[in-house]
C-alpha cells in the first residue's frame, strides 16, 4: 500500500520539486531535465511525482508561471510604493535582476524552449499566455501613469530593455549597470 502524505509534506515536495525544476532548468535546460533526477532530489519515487503533476511540462509550466508571479508581485508592490514613472523605472530594475537569476525565463528562442512548448497541453500554454498578459498589465494599468508615446510602442520599448539581457555575456561593461543607465534615461521619454 502507497504511503500517503500529509498536507505539509505535500507542500514541502512540491516547493522541492519546483526548486529541483528550477535549479535543472537553469543549469541544463528543459530536455536534459529528467522527472528521475527531479525526484532523486525531492526524495520522493517517481510513482509519487505524478501525486504532484500530470507530467514533466505540468511542473516546468507550474514553476514558470509561479516565478513570473513572484515577480510581478514584487514589481506591483515596487510600483504601489512608488507611484509615479520613477517606480515603473524601479520595477524594471527589480524584474531584470530577477531575469538574470533565472535564465530559463529570457531562452524562449532556443531549441529547447520550443520543444516544452510544442509538448504543453493547450490549457497549458494558455496559462503561459495569461502569466505574460500580466506582465504587459503591471506597465499599462496603473491610473496615474500615462504614456508619452503610443502604448504599444511604449511595451516594445520596455521588452526589448528586459531582453536585452540575452546579450549580456558579449557587453564591454557590466549588463545590470548598463541596464540601469537605459532605464533611467528612457524612463521619462515614455511617461508623463
Known amino acids: 500500500m502507497a504511503r500517503s502524505f500529509t498536507e505539509r509534506e505535500k507542500e514541502n515536495i512540491k516547493k522541492g520539486l519546483q526548486e529541483a525544476c528550477k535549479q535543472s532548468w537553469t543549469q541544463y535546460g528543459y530536455k536534459k531535465t529528467s522527472v528521475d533526477d527531479l525526484c532523486k532530489q525531492a526524495g520522493i519515487s517517481k510513482g509519487a511525482f505524478y501525486l504532484f503533476f500530470e507530467s514533466k511540462e505540468a511542473l516546468f509550466c507550474d514553476l514558470l508561471c509561479s516565478v ?31 531575469y538574470d537569476k533565472n535564465n530559463f525565463l529570457y531562452n524562449s ?29 503591471i506597465f499599462t494599468s496603473q491610473p496615474y ?13 520596455l521588452y526589448s530593455l528586459i531582453m536585452n539581457i540575452k546579450n549580456k555575456d558579449i557587453l564591454p561593461y557590466n549588463h545590470v549597470e548598463t541596464f540601469d543607465f537605459m532605464v533611467d534615461h528612457l524612463i521619462d521619454s515614455l511617461y508623463e
Do not use: C, P
Open 145 to 157: 501613469l500615462k504614456f508619452k508615446v503610443d502604448t504599444n510602442k511604449a511595451l516594445s520599448v
Open 109 to 137: 528562442n532556443n531549441t529547447d524552449f520550443t520543444i516544452l512548448m510544442n509538448k504543453l497541453s493547450e490549457e497549458q500554454f494558455k496559462k503561459i499566455e495569461e502569466s505574460n498578459n500580466r506582465n504587459q498589465q
Open 68 to 98: 513570473q508571479k513572484e515577480i510581478q508581485d514584487a514589481a506591483w508592490k515596487v510600483m504601489e510604493e512608488h507611484k509615479s514613472k520613477y517606480g515603473v523605472a524601479e520595477a524594471l530594475k527589480l524584474i531584470y535582476r530577477e
